[in-house]
Structure formats: structure tokens, C-alpha cells
């Protein structure tokens, strides 16, 4: 009896089993960063995922954000997933324009994202209708050695004055100023964004992003002077068209260049080529003109849901999922960002709330110069700030070539 009993209790078991593999739906999710520290916040917000909704099968593609970019416009018409990693702004838009990408207007107002999102609403937001959620956003700045400035006698450098004298005394010492890898071209954009942001102010950059005003405006023209003040004064590390921003970290790491133009992402890689958090601090990047209110970088991580997306319904609950107060937390701190839910708590370290304060108390954030720019101007722009870096003196050709492009991109 015993034995025929539990026959039968394995036989239901296996039923049941085999019932809520059968009902089990695919979710599948393309990620774009293979860097540890965002793999393993991507990782863990998974497996909680999971956890919550056992009835879910989530199949989790994971590639680097170059192939991710190169990918997408395939992906997205040929074999879509449910979910994938973007960015807002004007990287969503030729997605948007073309009916990739699904409105979610309703996630928002289902799980009252208008409030504890709100500061990016604008952001994801594109013919009055809402495209995805964020789940955190960093700021950008300079990035420096701070065991180097010590032995150096340094401080951080309040003003674009103090930051010349300060690279000056880093050459004395045989160190380069600034490490930095243009191969995939923008974080060239990242120090045009702050030489601009610092020389003309938010409102004259997103004009010019916005093919408001010409890339020769006598305005502009002083941006890339200061740059080419920059690359003279200061200097930039050799080869650094042929390095990934990762390749750029070694030079940081072992000593040979002091700073870096970079996001807060970067911790993870320092302390990953073995940097202490002691020998790591950031500052803004230095005043030019006291008289421009501070803008920041601040650039923003979404998931979107295409348009061709096979589970709708689950891809929505993920997009809920990860834009929860609790869940940002938790990721926020494993990958040293910032949380965007209002709700949610800034992780416990210096970088980040270095971050949160500088980003709350500058008077505008611009998420990129790739993001705040159609992606046509913002290739060229990219390759003309490259270019720049390499040969100083083809500036004005740059910006000359820049209006041309200009002029179709936004006719």
C-alpha cells in the first residue's frame, strides 16, 4: 500500500512537473555590458527576477555594448527579443521613429513611474508618449590618482587655470595628464561634452546638439580651443586611437597617467586592474568660465521592449521589475551607479555620493553627446573629435565638415 501510495505521489509530482515546465513562458532579454561589475548587477536582479516569477523561463543574451550597438537595428526587425538594454534620448529615437521600439506608457501609469520616475520622464519620453524604463543613471567627470596627487602635492583643481598648472607639474614628474581610448570614439565625445558644458553652458550645448546653431559658431570654435589648450598643456596618452576605454585603464593603473574623463562606471574597471578605492577619487570637471552655471553629464541605462517582441506581457513585468525602488537599490549598489527611482537609496560609497550631489546640484544634465545628438550627427561628430585629438590643426576642417553633415541631419 505504502509503496503503491508513494508511486503515486512521485507519478503527481512528475505531472505537476512536467505541467509547469509546459506552462513555463520564454522571456528572452539582450544585455550590453560584459564589465564584471554591471554583469554581476544584471546577474542578481535575474536571479531575483526569477525568484519572484518561477512561472518565467528567462533566456539572458549578453554581449558588450560595442557589438550591442553594431547588432541592434538586426536584431530588432530579423529576431527580436522581448527586452533589450538601450539608451533614452536620441539613441531610442531612430528606433522609435521606425516602430522598433513599443510605448509603455502603461507600466508607468500602472506602477506609478510618473512620480517616482519623474526625473527622467522627459528623458524616455518621444511624441508625447513614454519608451522604456531606465534602471540607473552615473555621473561623468575626471577620475584621478589620488595617491599620484599626493605625492605630487596636488588638489583637486577647482578652475581650468589650476587644472594647466597642475598638468604641468604631472609632465615635470614624467606622468601624462590624461589616460584616455578613442577607438570606439566616444569618449572623445565625453570631453567635448565638458569643455562645452564649462566654456558655453547647458543651454548653448543642447542647442547645439539640437542643429540649433553651427558647429563653426564662434562660441563652439572656443570650445575646441580650449581643447586644443588641453591636448598642448596637458596631453593625452600616445595611441589612444588604437585603445578600447578599457585598454586605457592600464596606463591609470600602473601609474603613467594621473586622470581620465570618464563615468562612474570606471571604478569597477580601476579596481579591477588592482587600485584601491583610497588610491581612486573624482572631481567635476574644473570651472572655465565662472559666469556659466554647472551642467553635468549624467547619462541614463534603459530597457526598452521591441516592437516584435514575443511576450509582451512578461517583458512588461520585467520593465516593471527593474524600475522598483527596492530592485535599484540593490543594483545600484552592486554596480556603484545611481538609483532613478526617488524612492530607492544611494549606495553606501564615496563615488556615488560624490555623484548624487554634484548631479543635484548642477542647473542642467545632459545625458551624451551620442545620446543628445541624432545618431548621424553624433558618428560624425565622434569622428571629427577623434580626428581633432590626433592633428590639432585640421579644427576648423572638423568643424567646417561637421556643418555640412549638420545641415542634412537636421534639414
Not at 156 to 185: H, Q, S
Amino acid at each position: 500500500m505504502f509503496r503503491t501510495l508513494n508511486l503515486t505521489v512521485v507519478a503527481a509530482a512528475a505531472t505537476a512537473l512536467m505541467a509547469s515546465t509546459a506552462l513555463a513562458r520564454d522571456l528572452v532579454i539582450n544585455f550590453n555590458d560584459l564589465n564584471p561589475g554591471p554583469k554581476e548587477g544584471f546577474e542578481n536582479a535575474l536571479e531575483k527576477f526569477k525568484a519572484e516569477n518561477p512561472d518565467i523561463n528567462v533566456i539572458a543574451n549578453l554581449n558588450d555594448r560595442e557589438a550591442h550597438k553594431t547588432a541592434i537595428r538586426n536584431f530588432l526587425t530579423a529576431d527580436a527579443p522581448d527586452v533589450t538594454a538601450w539608451y533614452p534620448g536620441n539613441r531610442m529615437a531612430p528606433f522609435v521613429d521606425a516602430g522598433l521600439f513599443m510605448s509603455v506608457d502603461d507600466v508607468w501609469e500602472e506602477n506609478n513611474f510618473n512620480e517616482e520616475l519623474a526625473a527622467i520622464k522627459a528623458t524616455m519620453s518621444r511624441d508625447g508618449k513614454i519608451w522604456g524604463v531606465p534602471y540607473s543613471y552615473y555621473q561623468w567627470g575626471i577620475y584621478y590618482r589620488k595617491d599620484v596627487f599626493d605625492i605630487l602635492g596636488l588638489e583637486e583643481f577647482d578652475t581650468w587655470e589650476d587644472m594647466l598648472a597642475g598638468c604641468a607639474k604631472m609632465k615635470e614628474n614624467n606622468v601624462t595628464p590624461f589616460t584616455i581610448g578613442t577607438r570606439y570614439l566616444w569618449t572623445a565625445a565625453g570631453v567635448f561634452d565638458h569643455l562645452n558644458l564649462r566654456t558655453n553652458g547647458y543651454d548653448v550645448h543642447m542647442a547645439l546638439t539640437a542643429g540649433e546653431i553651427k558647429y563653426t559658431d564662434p562660441r563652439i570654435v572656443a570650445t575646441m580651443d580650449h581643447w586644443e589648450t588641453l591636448i598642448s598643456e596637458c596631453g593625452f596618452i600616445d595611441n589612444h586611437a588604437s585603445m578600447s576605454w578599457q585598454d586605457s585603464v592600464a596606463p591609470f593603473a600602473n601609474g603613467d597617467a594621473a586622470m581620465a574623463v570618464l563615468g562612474n562606471f570606471a571604478v569597477d574597471a580601476f579596481v579591477n586592474a588592482g587600485l584601491t578605492e583610497d588610491q581612486i577619487d573624482f572631481m567635476p570637471f574644473p570651472v572655465i568660465d565662472e559666469s556659466v552655471p554647472r551642467a553635468e553629464e549624467g547619462p541614463a541605462n534603459a530597457f526598452f521592449i521591441p516592437t516584435n517582441a514575443k511576450n509582451v506581457e512578461d517583458a512588461k513585468k520585467f520593465l516593471a521589475f527593474v524600475a522598483r525602488a527596492d530592485v535599484q537599490t540593490e543594483w545600484s549598489a552592486t554596480i556603484n551607479e545611481l538609483p532613478i527611482n526617488a524612492k530607492s537609496e544611494i549606495p553606501d560609497n564615496k563615488f556615488a555620493k560624490e555623484g548624487f550631489a554634484l548631479l543635484n546640484s548642477a542647473t542642467g544634465i545632459a545625458q551624451f553627446y551620442d545620446r543628445d545628438a541624432p545618431a548621424e550627427m553624433a558618428k560624425a561628430g565622434m569622428e571629427g573629435f577623434q580626428k581633432f585629438m590626433l592633428d590639432p590643426s585640421t579644427k576648423m576642417e572638423v568643424l567646417e565638415r561637421l556643418d555640412e553633415v549638420a545641415a542634412e541631419v537636421y534639414k
